[in-house]
């Protein structure tokens, strides 16, 4: 497919992105992967905290706390000021209600980016607050989505179809693809499909060209795991996107981000649950919006 740009960026012009997302004190993901890497990428970072973790659900013992109640005030004091966003990137959400939440950010701000990230589960399985309720009313975030950013755990939950693995024949990614596309949503970029021959692939489609037109972007893969990849992949793609990038090249930007990070992350201790560490990388976005001295 020929590539779309979603944003254009006025190289004088710091553009403003709601980031709907969880705050953990502990273990890199959610708000913080998406404040700093958006602020690499050039974009002022409002956050909205749909929740407080004392640390990412991998831990076994962690704190949770539902921040929808105030969430309402919130909003309301942001319209008193005259808040402004052109972006509004959502992520993990406390309760089915932060659902309204998001939908009031769109009717407020309707010429913002509605950039969709999805997050219930990964490896087909649910992440331990998420309901089935909440499943149900996260898939009404995908229709009018300029950019809906599902793995496969969450495709399958999203489209109704069983978890199939992420060894996909080109078939199954069009079939997905297309049941995401249905779903009302103008792009979609569907993530790590790992077909065994030492790749990730990811997906980028539009609606305007269909999935025959999808461009698949290929990256190494590394020999482990780490959580908050796909936090640190959405939000820099939001970043590239919010740069002016084309979503195809925001999309292999993004993969290229976490994969550097990956690197960097095996030299810290415990770094299969203490998260990405994306921090020496935040350079590789910032030079997306550089300005000459």
Same mark, same amino acid.
């Given at each position: 497919m020929s590539d779309v740009t979603l944003y254009d960026r006025d190289p004088d012009y710091i553009p403003r992105v709601a980031a709907v997302h969880d705050m953990c004190g502990y273990g890199k993901c959610s708000l913080t992967a998406a404040i700093p890497i958006l602020s690499a990428a050039g974009c002022d970072v409002c956050p909205v905290p749909t929740a407080l973790f004392s640390a990412h659900t991998k831990y076994e013992t962690f704190t949770f706390h539902d921040t929808t109640d105030i969430l309402p005030g919130y909003l309301d004091a942001w319209r008193a000021e005259d808040v402004e966003l052109d972006g509004v990137y959502s992520g993990f959400l406390g309760s089915p209600d932060q659902v309204a939440i998001i939908q009031r950010l769109y009717a407020e701000y309707p010429r913002a980016l509605r950039l969709v990230d999805p997050v219930m589960g990964d490896g087909g399985e649910l992440y331990p607050t998420y309901t089935p309720e909440l499943c149900e009313a996260m898939g009404a975030l995908a229709d009018g989505a300029d950019v809906l950013m599902p793995n496969l755990t969450e495709a399958a939950i999203l489209t109704g179809h069983d978890y199939p693995g992420r060894n996909?024949?080109?078939?199954?990614?069009?079939?997905?693809?297309?049941?995401?596309?249905? *779903?009302? &949503?103008?792009?979609?970029?569907?993530?790590?499909?790992?077909?065994?021959?030492?790749?990730?692939?990811?997906?980028?489609?539009?609606?305007?060209?269909?999935?025959?037109?999808?461009?698949?972007? &290929?990256?190494?893969?590394?020999?482990?795991?780490?959580?908050?990849?796909?936090?640190?992949?959405?939000?820099? *793609?939001?970043?590239?996107?919010?740069?002016?990038?084309?979503?195809?090249?925001?999309?292999?930007?993004?993969?290229?981000?976490?994969?550097?990070?990956?690197?960097?992350?095996?030299?810290?201790?415990?770094?299969?649950?203490?998260?990405?560490?994306?921090? *020496?990388?935040?350079?590789?976005?910032?030079?997306?919006?550089?300005?000459d001295d």
């Amino acid at each position: 497919m020929s590539d779309v740009t979603l944003y254009d960026r006025d190289p004088d012009y710091i553009p403003r992105v709601a980031a709907v997302h969880d705050m953990c004190g502990y273990g890199k993901c959610s708000l913080t992967a998406a404040i700093p890497i958006l602020s690499a990428a050039g974009c002022d970072v409002c956050p909205v905290p749909t929740a407080l973790f004392s640390a990412h659900t991998k831990y076994e013992t962690f704190t949770f706390h539902d921040t929808t109640d105030i969430l309402p005030g919130y909003l309301d004091a942001w319209r008193a000021e005259d808040v402004e966003l052109d972006g509004v990137y959502s992520g993990f959400l406390g309760s089915p209600d932060q659902v309204a939440i998001i939908q009031r950010l769109y009717a407020e701000y309707p010429r913002a980016l509605r950039l969709v990230d999805p997050v219930m589960g990964d490896g087909g399985e649910l992440y331990p607050t998420y309901t089935p309720e909440l499943c149900e009313a996260m898939g009404a975030l995908a229709d009018g989505a300029d950019v809906l950013m599902p793995n496969l755990t969450e495709a399958a939950i999203l489209t109704g179809h069983d978890y199939p693995g992420r060894n996909l024949d080109d078939a199954a990614v069009d079939g997905l693809l297309g049941a995401l596309l249905d *779903l009302g &949503a103008r792009n979609v970029v569907l993530k790590g499909i790992d077909r065994g021959d030492g790749l990730i692939r990811n997906y980028v489609v539009s609606a305007s060209v269909g999935v025959n037109a999808k461009t698949e972007i &290929a990256h190494a893969k590394l020999p482990y795991m780490i959580h908050g990849t796909g936090d640190a992949f959405a939000s820099a *793609l939001c970043g590239a996107v919010m740069a002016g990038r084309g979503l195809a090249e925001s999309a292999r930007i993004a993969g290229e981000f976490v994969r550097h990070a990956m690197g960097h992350t095996r030299n810290q201790p415990h770094y299969e649950e203490r998260g990405v560490s994306f921090e *020496l990388d935040l350079k590789d976005l910032t030079s997306l919006v550089a300005a000459d001295d």
